[in-house]
């Protein structure tokens, strides 16, 4: 009865820290494309056909999420050579973010009493 309750309880520890972590051991790459065409991985700039090989020799897994920050003025031209060099390296957790753009309206406003 002791043995099954340690076993149980060693399972259930395994569980919570494999939901904390997640996928891909809980690391996001982060690559970002600039109005220019260049491009960074995590902050450092690199060739557009190195992408996928420079995130694998930074650690990241193929089950890492990667983030692609992309403006709105890049060419698609650079977006599907980003995606190649990803999926060739074997990346499947990839979203491409655009920049958020928010706007409001204001109403003018009488004077203070």
Known sequence: MKMRTVV???????????ASTGPGGGRTGY??????GAIRVNG??????????????KGFSTRS?????????????????VTVSLT?????????????QTSSDVKPVGPAK
Not at 31 to 36: A, G, H, M, Q, T
Not at 65 to 81: F, G, T
Request: overall charge positive; glycine content about 4%; charged content about 20%.
């Open 88 to 100: 060739n390296s074997g990346f499947t957790r990839v979203v491409f973010i655009k920049p958020k």
């Open 8 to 18: 149980m309880l060693l399972c259930a520890l395994m569980a919570v820290s494999c």
């Open 31 to 36: 690559v970002e494309v600039l109005s220019s």
């Open 65 to 81: 999420p990667i983030n692609v920050r992309v403006p709105e003025d890049v060419s698609q031209r650079v977006l599907k050579m």
């Open 44 to 57: 450092r700039p690199v060739a557009v056909n190195q992408v996928g090989p420079t995130l694998r020799a």
